[in-house]
C-alpha cells in the first residue's frame, strides 16, 4: 500500500513520523475519514471544510499541502487501485523534538500531514444494513468540544470494547440522561414520519452524513426535528438508526435489550441509505 507522508508518496513500511511528534505524545491531533464508493470521494468537500474548522478550533496551521488535499486524495485512490474503501487523514500539530505541554512555536514546528487508504470491497452493499445493529448506552465521560474531530479517541475505543463484551455492536453515549452520539458516528430515533436527531452543539461531531441525509430526508418530505432525546424514548420509537462516513445509513434494532419497532431495520433507515447511496454514486 502507497500511504502519503509530509509531500511524499511512499510505501507504508517506509513512512515515517518522529516519537515527539504531538499527534503521538499528547493526541494533539485532528483528522478525518472520508468513504470511497466507485473510485469516487464521497462528500470531500464536506470533510475538507470541517477539517479547516477543526485546525482552526484548535489555532493550528494548515499542513503543507492543504491546498492539493483533493488530488492526494485522489492520487491515493489511483496508487492502492481502491474502489470501495477509506482514505484517513490525520493532522498533527507536528514533533517539536521534545516533550512540552505548551505549543511549540509554528515558526519552527510545522504540522505532520498523514494520508492512508483502506480498501473495503462489499462497503456499499454491506449485509450488516439488512439486519441493523445492536447498541448498548454507555455515560458520555469526554471532553466538552466534541464537534473538534479530534484524535483523543480512547474513550471511544473503549465504549466499542464495552458493547462488543456485551454482545452488541456499539455505543449510545448518554449526558445528562440524553444521548449525544455513537462511539463514531450520529444517533437518531423515528417516530411516525419524524426523525429526530440531536441538534448541533460542542456536545457532538458535526457529522457530514448527518448533514447530507437530513438534506435529503427534507427532499423526501420527511419531517425533522433537531433535539435530544432519552435511551427510554428511542427504545419506545418506530426506528432508530446511526450515520457516519463509513457506514452511510444503518438501522440500530436493539438498544439495551429492548427491540426497537418490530426489531428489524425501519423503512425510513432503509429509504435514506438507498438515497445516500443513490446520490453518492
Ligand atoms: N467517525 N460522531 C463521531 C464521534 C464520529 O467519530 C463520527 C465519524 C461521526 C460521523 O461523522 P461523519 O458523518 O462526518 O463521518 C459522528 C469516523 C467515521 C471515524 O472515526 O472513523
Not at 215 to 232: H, L, N
Request: aromatic share 8%.
Amino acid at each position: 500500500r502507497t500511504v502519503y507522508v509530509n509531500g511524499d508518496y511512499l510505501p507504508e513500511n517506509e513512512a515515517k513520523v518522529s516519537i515527539f511528534d504531538r499527534g503521538f505524545l499528547m493526541a494533539d491531533g485532528v483528522y478525518e475519514v472520508t468513504s470511497v464508493l466507485g473510485g469516487k470521494l464521497i462528500d470531500f468537500g464536506g470533510h475538507l471544510a470541517r477539517l479547516e474548522r477543526s485546525l482552526a478550533e484548535l489555532d493550528m496551521d494548515k499542513p503543507e499541502g492543504f491546498d492539493d488535499l483533493l488530488e492526494i486524495h485522489r492520487e491515493l485512490v489511483r496508487l492502492n487501485g481502491i474502489e470501495e474503501g477509506m482514505i484517513y487523514l490525520q493532522v498533527t500539530r507536528g514533533a517539536p523534538g521534545g516533550r512540552d505541554f505548551a505549543f511549540p512555536d509554528p515558526e519552527v514546528t510545522k504540522p505532520t500531514l498523514v494520508l492512508f487508504t483502506q480498501n473495503k470491497p462489499g462497503l456499499a452493499a454491506n449485509p450488516v444494513a439488512k439486519k441493523g445493529i445492536k447498541v448498548i448506552s454507555i455515560e458520555d465521560i469526554r471532553w466538552g468540544r466534541r464537534d473538534i474531530k479530534t484524535v483523543q479517541l480512547l474513550y471511544p475505543s473503549m465504549g466499542k470494547m464495552m458493547a462488543k463484551k456485551a454482545g452488541c455492536d456499539d455505543a449510545w453515549m448518554v449526558q445528562d440522561g440524553a444521548v449525544t452520539e455513537g462511539t463514531s458516528n450520529n444517533a437518531y430515533i423515528v417516530k411516525g414520519n419524524k426523525i429526530i436527531t440531536r441538534q448541533l452543539s460542542h456536545d457532538i461531531l458535526h457529522g457530514i452524513t448527518r448533514a447530507a441525509v437530513l438534506r435529503f430526508a427534507q427532499e423526501a418530505q420527511m419531517e425533522v426535528e433537531e433535539r435530544a432525546f432519552t435511551i427510554a424514548e428511542a427504545q419506545a420509537a418506530d426506528e432508530a438508526f446511526i450515520t457516519s462516513a463509513s457506514t452511510f445509513v444503518m438501522p440500530v434494532v436493539e438498544i439495551d435489550g429492548a427491540k426497537v419497532g418490530t426489531g428489524a431495520p425501519g423503512n425510513v433507515a432503509a429509504r435514506l441509505r438507498e438515497i445516500y447511496l443513490d446520490e453518492s454514486l
